[in-house]
């Protein structure tokens, strides 16, 4: 137990559907990332939130939209998927400092339909 | 740009022997340098970091790795390995250049296997 939850674990949706991943960590930290984890590919960082503001937006389409309502939470709403968007989302969170290791949640397999 | 490569896609190992697992980085400023394992449909865990001080770091689970600036390297090692440590492994690296907790890049992993 990393102290980082995800929720749901698994997930499948049509690609018409619109759905929310969520993450939550009681760890204290105040940066919190979302990673895509496709088979046959390094980890993909996707967005970085630090003090609930948006720090990186690595070129993720619009069909993805993150929300960090505050440092403890963390959604990526999803709509309009494609199948090639079928993978394992990641939530990890760290101290606000460059050498401070994440914490990664058990992430959520995603199949789009 | 900082990127993180692992060179071998996979890593076969007799139970005992010890092990390696390699990585390389390329950073603007100074490295920070994290290694990570994932166990089957579970997440990653932290084993180990070096953010400055003695090249050699000691990790969780006997795991250790070693800094290498020259090389540019920051290679995972445990002197006997474990059919338990079969996982695949993540390297990652986070440039000192960033004040905050900035971005996080991982290499594409490396699987390794512990056969008894």
């Known amino acids: 137990e990393t102290g980082v939850t995800q929720t749901p674990r698994h997930l499948v949706m049509g690609m018409t559907n619109k759905k929310s991943l969520k993450c939550e960590q009681h760890?204290?930290?105040?940066?919190m990332y979302w990673y895509k984890q496709s088979a046959k590919k390094p980890l993909e960082l996707m967005f970085v939130y630090n003090f609930k503001e948006q720090t990186e937006n690595n070129s993720v389409p619009s069909r993805f939209s993150p929300e960090c309502p505050n440092s403890s939470h963390l959604f990526l709403h999803l709509h309009t998927l494609q199948p090639e968007d079928s993978a394992l989302y990641l939530c990890a969170s760290s101290q606000d400092s460059g050498g401070a290791e994440a914490f990664f949640g058990q992430g959520t397999r995603l199949t789009v339909v | 740009a900082q990127s993180v490569a692992q060179p071998e896609d996979q890593v076969n190992v007799a139970e005992g022997n010890p092990l390696t697992v390699k990585c390389t980085y390329s950073?603007?400023?100074?490295?920070?340098l994290f290694w990570y394992v994932q166990y089957p449909n579970r997440g990653l865990q932290f084993l180990l970091k070096y953010i400055t001080g003695d090249n050699l770091v000691k990790g969780s689970y006997g795991f250790e790795a070693e800094f290498n600036k020259s090389q540019t390297s920051f290679h995972l090692k445990k002197p006997s390995a474990l059919v338990s440590d079969s996982a695949l492994y993540f390297c990652?690296?986070?440039?000192?250049?960033?004040?905050?907790?900035?971005?996080?890049?991982f290499g594409q992993g490396t699987e390794l296997s512990v056969k008894p």
């Open positions: 990652a690296v986070r440039d000192t250049i960033y004040n905050q907790g900035g971005k996080l890049i």
């Open positions: 760890l204290g930290h105040n940066a």
């Open positions: 950073v603007s400023g100074n490295p920070y």
